[in-house]
């Protein structure tokens, strides 16, 4: 969860400057030719919606990735509303949160297949072979000896 930390946000340093309603519309407005896109961007804009909603958070205020990951963990709004914990237990799930972040982390991660697969739950986390092997080679790096010992 530390590397993910650090890779995604530079443990919550770097959250995103892009106003994330406006990411989420363009993509809607600009793909119309693609409708599997579109679709996408329609779903992640009415999870943000909600997500904001249900936490009070003026929807065009909050800013995040350029491809609208929100918060320290950097989830897609759809993944922040099906993993998202609320582990300090203040009434919402809060992805600006670092113990909200780390436990939702942990749940998205186990879902899935953590404990069967590392490198699929972190491709699941995101669809990219390097990114996969950047965590895994970052998370050896804080800890060579625990490492070898729970990947083996």
Same mark, same amino acid.
């Given at each position: 969860?530390?590397?993910?930390?650090?890779?995604?946000?530079?443990?919550?340093?770097?959250?995103?400057?892009h106003q994330?309603?406006?990411?989420?519309?363009?993509?809607?407005?600009?793909?119309?030719?693609?409708?599997?896109?579109?679709?996408?961007?329609?779903?992640e804009?009415?999870?943000?919606?909600?997500?904001?909603?249900?936490?009070?958070?003026?929807?065009?205020?909050?800013?995040?990735?350029?491809?609208? !990951?929100?918060?320290?963990?950097?989830?897609?709004?759809?993944?922040y509303?099906?993993?998202?914990?609320?582990?300090?237990?203040?009434?919402m799930v809060?992805?600006?949160?670092?113990?909200?972040?780390?436990?939702?982390?942990?749940?998205?991660?186990?879902?899935h297949?953590?404990?069967?697969?590392?490198?699929?739950?972190?491709? !699941?986390?995101?669809?990219s072979?390097?990114?996969?092997?950047?965590?895994?080679?970052?998370?050896?790096?804080?800890?060579?000896?625990?490492?070898? !010992?729970?990947?083996?």
């Amino acid at each position: 969860m530390t590397a993910i930390l650090k890779i995604e946000s530079d443990f919550g340093r770097t959250k995103g400057k892009h106003q994330v309603f406006g990411v989420y519309n363009s993509i809607i407005y600009y793909s119309k030719n693609d409708v599997i896109l579109r679709r996408w961007a329609v779903k992640e804009l009415v999870s943000f919606l909600v997500l904001c909603k249900r936490n009070r958070f003026d929807p065009f205020e909050v800013k995040g990735s350029w491809a609208g !990951a929100i918060g320290i963990a950097q989830f897609l709004p759809s993944s922040y509303l099906k993993y998202g914990i609320d582990a300090d237990k203040d009434g919402m799930v809060n992805l600006f949160s670092l113990k909200d972040s780390l436990y939702s982390i942990a749940h998205y991660l186990v879902k899935h297949g953590w404990f069967i697969d590392k490198k699929k739950a972190l491709y !699941a986390y995101n669809h990219s072979k390097n990114y996969v092997e950047g965590v895994l080679a970052y998370a050896f790096r804080l800890n060579p000896e625990k490492f070898k !010992a729970k990947t083996r």
